[in-house]
């Protein structure tokens, strides 16, 4: 079985980010290596976790281009196949939710799971 969530901007803090404000706290996060320019993976040691940034197209759509990340983005796909993966996702998701102010969502229910704090200005 596999898990997916997203971390998108909520309702209040809708818009995007710099993609060099997300690499930077992705680059930070224990246990987390980077796999190409947009794309993570949890260290050989960890729980199988995929995490991928992305901005959304016109219609809602996104895709991740090896060897490319967008200038700003608004979208993160955390994707994992064991519940210690989901634990490990979720906190991920949440660290990400709570720095930018945007909210974690299961991305097969559309349930909101977390909602960030407003980022200071």
Do not use: F, K, Q
């Not at 320019?37 to 729980?47: F, I, T």
């Not at 102010?101 to 407003?118: C, R």
């Amino acid at each position: 079985m596999y898990w997916y969530l997203t971390v998108r901007p909520n309702r209040r803090h809708d818009g995007n980010v710099a993609a060099g404000v997300l690499l930077a706290h992705l680059d930070a996060v224990p246990g987390l290596r980077r796999t190409d320019l947009a794309s993570y993976r949890a260290e050989d040691d960890r729980e199988w976790l995929d995490v991928s940034i992305a901005a959304r197209g016109e219609t809602g759509g996104y895709a991740v281009h090896e060897g490319r990340v967008p200038a700003r983005v608004d979208v993160v796909e955390l994707i994992c196949s064991t519940p210690g993966g989901y634990t490990a996702a979720l906190a991920v998701a949440t660290g990400i939710a709570d720095l930018l102010g945007w909210e974690v969502v299961d991305s097969e229910s559309d349930e909101v799971l977390h909602t960030g704090a407003a980022p200071s200005t």
